[in-house]
């Protein structure tokens, strides 16, 4: 059996995949364009910019509910305070 290291299985996707596409709540609220992936010991995290300033999103089964690559979309469940938590404005 031949395994090809361009097809990721389902479910997994490389950073330059995932860096550039927007992120948008179930409700429809756009949270901005993720720039950037910061490594953690128990999950990612998203770094989101847009209107709140950087936002924060962890990579979680919990908040992320869907990823589509065609539409270039992230769909997030901002659970209770969670773009509240990890917003960081910008400093003036």
């Known amino acids: 059996m031949e395994h090809s290291q361009h097809h990721p299985p389902e479910e997994f996707y490389f950073y330059h995949q995932i860096i550039g596409l927007r992120v948008v709540t179930t ?21 989101v910019h847009g ?14 509910q869907s990823i589509d690559l065609a539409r270039k979309t992230v ?9 509240d ?5 910008p400093r003036k």
């Open 75 to 83: 769909t997030i469940e901002a659970i209770a305070g969670l773009l």
């Open 27 to 47: 409700g429809g609220e756009v949270v901005g364009d993720i720039v950037d992936i910061l490594e953690g010991q128990s999950n990612d995290n998203y770094v």
């Open 85 to 89: 938590l990890n917003e960081k404005k």
């Open 51 to 64: 209107p709140r300033g950087e936002v924060l999103i962890p990579a979680i089964e919990d908040v992320v």
